[in-house]
């Protein structure tokens, strides 16, 4: 079964670097996501990537966030100058084009630590 | 907006135990709703999804849950669980409408079957 896969699988980043976070979604999925859960507290929704642009964002994902589509199976999540209270789990989710409901294929997670 | 809740953080039970795992939901609009299953470092899996219909719902892996609109509620139950069930479940929901397709999560239960 195709799967999302998420590299790398830990990340670790002194505080101010700039990290990238790569995602390679199922490859005929059309819709693309990030989610990050820090540690003890709910998976929360940060961004959606559609048709090369950004479809909707949350409150979480301000101008130190940006995402990116540089080819036709990577998408990336760029974090700069980092916080340390941007340690978290971050995953990676894509969708289907179809009916209404399809749900999201999330990968298996990078864990960022920001030291 | 939709918010989401789970009552039990933790629910122990023994092998070959039936188990609810409970999850209510509020949302001004019609929602789909999902349940996702975290197994130790691995990503979140969906374990099945409500979008119309019969409110009962199969899944994977012998679970199921129902829909209650009137409740608000979408529990999940397992007649017998396994070892193999230990993990984190979260419950999600969507708007079904065509604004807002990133999913809300419940803060997770984690599911520890005992022998």
């Known amino acids: 079964e195709p799967e999302v896969t998420q590299t790398p699988s830990h990340q670790v980043t002194q505080m101010g670097q700039e990290v990238i976070l790569r995602c390679v979604p199922i490859?005929?999925?059309?819709?693309f996501y990030w989610y990050r859960q820090i540690l003890g507290q709910k998976v929360e929704f940060l961004v959606s990537?559609?048709?090369?642009?950004?479809?909707?964002k949350s409150e979480i994902f301000d101008d130190q966030f940006s995402v990116e589509r540089p080819d036709g199976s990577n998408f990336t999540l760029k974090i700069r100058s980092t916080k340390l209270e941007d340690s978290a789990m971050y995953f990676c989710?894509?969708?289907?084009?179809?009916?209404?409901?399809?749900?999201?294929?999330f990968g298996d997670g990078t864990r960022l630590s920001i030291l | 907006a939709q918010s989401v809740t789970q009552l039990d953080s933790q629910v122990p039970v023994f092998e070959e135990a039936p188990v609810e795992l409970r999850c209510n939901y509020s949302?001004?609009?019609?929602?789909?709703l999902f349940w996702y299953v975290q197994y130790p470092n691995q990503g979140l899996q969906l374990l099945l999804k409500?979008?119309?219909?019969?409110?009962l719902v199969k899944g994977i892996n012998g679970f199921e849950a129902e829909f209650n609109k009137s409740q608000t509620s979408f529990h999940l139950r397992k007649p017998s669980v396994h070892i193999s069930d230990t993990a984190e479940y979260f419950c999600?929901?969507?708007?079904?409408?065509?604004?807002?397709?990133?999913?809300?999560f419940g803060s997770g239960t984690r599911l520890q079957v005992q022998p």
């Open positions: 409500y979008l119309s219909g019969s409110t």
């Open positions: 949302s001004s609009v019609s929602v789909y």
């Open positions: 990537f559609y048709n090369n642009e950004i479809s909707e």
């Open positions: 989710a894509s969708r289907d084009r179809g009916p209404q409901g399809q749900p999201q294929h």
């Open positions: 999600a929901v969507r708007a079904s409408d065509t604004g807002r397709r990133a999913l809300t």
């Open positions: 490859s005929n999925h059309l819709y």
